[in-house]
């Protein structure tokens, strides 16, 4: 998986609990993403960050925030958590040269009760 | 509106037999073209990654071609391996100035090989 961990790789929570899922990569890369995956949709972007400190949103941004302060370190934060939140949340990474190509991770799955 | 769609859903060969999916897009201005294969329960991995002047490229059993003009894409799978049961996944890269936002994925194709 190119050096990418995500952390935990299993979660079950309730509606309106805070939960912190954490990308980890050793591959130096500028570009780390979330994702989530659900039946039925393509992947869809959540946040992206081409730095630390520099995030930006994507496609289905709500409810969600991130935090970058370390090169190898992206985390995404769902401050209260919904039902519909209920997925699996991929991180990838990419570099700046070449097609920048992105490189997944192993995916967390969460489960929102 | 910027999308990629992938036939068929899903798709069950005999272990040996050939196969071919389909991705048509309608992303503009494109960039380049990836297929992805995913395992149950495991990221993404990529297979192929085409720009509009290549129209076929190889990984293995694995061919993909390219009509840019038409704007689909192909993946071809040879022999298959009851290892190539996998869901696989078709993405094309926008080419928006400088933001790194800007995959459109399919929503992939379920391939079962059986023996």
């Known amino acids: 998986d190119a050096g990418i961990t995500q952390s935990p790789r299993h979660k079950v929570t309730e509606t309106g609990t805070p939960v912190t899922l954490r990308c980890h990569q050793t591959?130096?890369?500028?570009?780390m993403y979330w994702y989530r995956q659900d039946p039925g949709h393509g992947l869809r972007l959540i946040h992206y960050?081409?730095?630390?400190?520099?995030?930006d949103k994507g496609e289905v941004s709500d409810g969600y925030s991130v935090s970058r302060s370390k090169t190898e370190d992206f985390l995404l934060t769902l401050e209260s958590a919904t039902s519909s939140q209920t997925s699996v949340y991929f991180c990838?990474?990419?570099?700046?040269?070449?097609?920048?190509?992105?490189?997944f991770g192993p995916g967390t799955r969460l489960t929102v009760l | 509106k910027n999308q990629v769609e992938q036939s068929p859903q899903s798709l069950i060969i005999l272990e040996g037999k050939n196969c071919t999916l389909q991705?048509?897009?309608?992303?503009?201005?494109?960039?380049?073209l990836r297929w992805y294969k995913q395992d149950t329960g495991r990221g993404p991995v990529s297979l192929t990654i085409m720009t509009f002047s290549e129209n076929t490229k190889s990984n293995g059993r694995y061919t993909a071609t390219l009509d840019a003009d038409t704007k689909q894409s192909s993946l071809h799978i040879t022999a298959s391996q009851l290892s190539d049961s996998a869901s696989y996944i078709c993405v094309v890269r926008a080419n928006y100035g400088g933001s790194q936002g800007n995959l459109i994925f399919g929503k992939g194709t379920k391939l079962s090989v059986k023996p």
């Open positions: 990838a990474i990419s570099g700046t040269s070449g097609y920048n190509e992105q490189f």
């Open positions: 960050s081409y730095g630390v400190k520099d995030t």
């Open positions: 991705c048509n897009y309608t992303v503009s201005p494109f960039s380049n």
């Open positions: 591959e130096n890369h500028r570009y």
